[in-house]
C-alpha cells in the first residue's frame, strides 16, 4: 500500500467509520430522534415537530404521571406511539366528566393533566367504569383526547414496550422548548 492510500484511509475513511460506530451506539441506547405523524398529542406536539427521546433515563428512575413517552404500539409492534403517562402499576384509573381519577382521587400534582379534558372512549375508557392498571405495565393518554388512539381503546401499555421519554422539540425552529 502506497503512502497516498494510507493517508486517504486514515483522513477519510477511518473518521467515517468512527462517525458511523458512534452514531448507532448513541441512537441505540442514548438518545433519538423522532417525527410526530398525527395531533394526538396536540397542544403539546403538532405534526411534523421533530423530537428529541431519552432512551437510557428509565434506566435509572422510574417513569412518573405526566411524562410524554414513546414505545411500541401495543397493536402494531413496527409502529411508535408517543403518549402522556397517565396511571403507573396497581393504579386504578377512571374518566369522569374529562378528568382523571387515579384510585377514586382527581389528580392534583401534575397540571398538564389537569388542564386536559378526556373523552369517555373505547372498552377502557368507559364512563364511571375504572381499569386496574397491572404489574409492569403504564395507561397511557394523548393531550389531544378527541383523536387519540390510546390506552383507552388497546388497554395496558407493557413496560417492556417503553422506549424512552421525550424531552425535547428540536425542530421547527420556531417552537424550540423542553417537553412538559
Same mark, same amino acid.
Given at each position: ?12 475513511? $477511518?473518521?467515517?467509520?468512527?462517525a458511523?460506530? +458512534?452514531? +448507532? ?16 398529542m396536540?397542544p403539546? %406536539? ?5 423530537? +428529541?427521546?431519552?432512551?437510557?433515563? &428509565? ?16 397493536e402494531?409492534?413496527k ?8 396511571? %403507573? !402499576?396497581?393504579?386504578?384509573v377512571?374518566?369522569? @366528566?374529562?378528568?382523571? %381519577? ?5 389528580? $392534583?400534582? $401534575? !397540571? ?22 397491572? $404489574?409492569?405495565?403504564?395507561y397511557a /393518554?394523548?393531550? @389531544? !383526547?378527541?383523536? !387519540?388512539?390510546?390506552?383507552?381503546? =388497546? ?5 417492556k414496550? +417503553?422506549?424512552?421519554?421525550?424531552? /425535547?422539540? &428540536? =425542530?421547527? /425552529?420556531?417552537?424550540?422548548? /423542553?417537553?412538559?
Open positions: 500500500m502506497n503512502d497516498r492510500m494510507r493517508y486517504w484511509i486514515k483522513e477519510w475513511v $477511518e473518521p467515517i467509520i468512527i458511523v460506530i +458512534l452514531a +448507532l451506539i448513541i441512537r441505540t441506547w442514548v438518545v433519538q430522534a423522532f417525527k410526530i405523524p398525527t395531533g394526538s396536540r403539546t %406536539l403538532v405534526e411534523g415537530d421533530r423530537i +428529541l427521546v431519552s432512551k437510557f433515563i &428509565y434506566k435509572f428512575k422510574e417513569p412518573q404521571r405526566g411524562d410524554v413517552i414513546v414505545f411500541r404500539s401495543p402494531d409492534k409502529k411508535d406511539f408517543i403518549k402522556r403517562l397517565v396511571g %403507573l !402499576s396497581g393504579e386504578t377512571e374518566i369522569s @366528566n374529562g378528568t382523571i %381519577l387515579i384510585n377514586n382521587k382527581a389528580v $392534583e400534582t $401534575e !397540571s398538564v393533566i389537569r388542564e386536559r379534558y378526556y373523552y369517555n372512549r373505547g372498552d377502557y375508557g368507559v364512563k364511571d367504569e375504572p381499569v386496574m392498571v397491572p $404489574e409492569d405495565s403504564y /393518554l394523548g393531550d @389531544n !383526547s378527541i383523536s !387519540s388512539r390510546d390506552s383507552r381503546y =388497546w388497554g395496558y401499555l407493557p413496560k414496550y +417503553l422506549i424512552g421519554k421525550a424531552f /425535547l422539540i &428540536y =425542530w421547527p /425552529l420556531t417552537r424550540i422548548r /423542553l417537553i412538559r
